[in-house]
């Protein structure tokens, strides 16, 4: 009998060695570490390769300085015209280590913005004022903060002003109350690259407070998370901003006060959105 007769005459088997994976149209779903599979008793070497790539990004999310004047002239092509300063830390290293300096200005950060105030006077109260601040991800500050302030710009409601945008280096969430205080603003709404993981290196948070004010608690501010391509989208974090800062100036309160009830509808995020009517007064 042939080779080729015999090859005929043998029945089709399944290659054990390659079976269907099961965890293939979950993985397609989620970002998340699932199903990686092993080697013997060892991850593949694949997967252990996108593991590496993808802790080092976060660290270098974390540690690379903000560019500064990269970011510049794309606020510029915005209409925005930047006041940049840096918080106490005087560089990255100490701003790791000691976060109390990274929530107040530094000496020339807050002569800057005093003799900016004595110059121009306080924010009307029809000002929202912007602080960009690197954060723990000068990558998410790169790749979104521009992209989120045109949708800002794009969406702003009747009776709203922006104030002036500062942009923060070596900033922690609570430099925005040390900058609002100074300048005079009414409600300051902090855009600031938040800790990075592992799947998400370029995520953006918004801080928003009221009557900003240094010794401020993170329980009087409102929280936007995960503002990224792949997370809350730059119209819909505007949308929702907005909603929280129109929302805050009727009550009177941002924080634990002020339920957010922008109306996210199931999907929204991707285009899906549902108004909410606006809290008319201070409830409980």
């Known amino acids: 009998m042939s080779d080729d007769r015999k090859t005929q005459d043998m029945p089709d088997v399944p290659d054990a060695l390659a079976p269907t994976d099961p965890w293939s149209a979950l993985r397609a779903l989620t970002p998340a570490r699932i199903g990686l599979g092993r080697v013997g008793a060892s991850l593949p070497t694949r997967e252990l390769l996108a593991f590496g790539a993808a802790h080092a990004q976060a660290r270098d999310a974390v540690h690379l300085p903000l560019d500064v004047a990269a970011l510049r002239p794309r606020l510029q092509a915005l209409g925005l015209q930047p006041i940049e300063l840096a918080s106490a830390a005087p560089d990255r290293a100490t701003y790791l280590l000691r976060p109390d300096l990274g929530r107040r200005l530094g000496a020339s950060g807050g002569a800057q913005l005093d003799a900016h105030a004595a110059a121009h ?50 900033a922690r969430v609570a430099l925005g109350d040390d900058i609002g205080q100074r300048l005079g603003a009414a409600m300051v709404a902090v855009l600031i690259g938040e800790r990075p993981g592992l799947s998400s290196p370029d995520s953006l948070g918004i801080y928003l407070t009221r009557a900003p004010r240094v010794g401020r608690s993170d329980a009087e501010r409102n929280c936007l998370s995960n503002v990224r391509a792949e997370g809350l989208v730059h119209a819909e974090a505007a949308r929702r901003l907005w909603w929280l800062a129109e929302a805050g100036r009727r009550l009177g309160a941002t924080g634990v006060a002020l339920k957010d009830d922008s109306g996210l509808a199931p999907g929204a995020g991707l285009g899906v959105t549902a108004a909410a009517p606006l809290p008319s007064g201070r409830s409980g």
């Open 121 to 170: 006077g306080p924010l009307p109260d029809d000002a929202l004022l912007i602080v960009v601040g690197d954060g723990l991800s000068s990558a998410a500050i790169a790749r979104q903060a521009v992209p989120l302030l045109a949708e800002v710009q794009r969406q702003r409601p009747p009776g709203w002003t922006l104030g002036p945008v500062v942009v923060a280096t070596q």
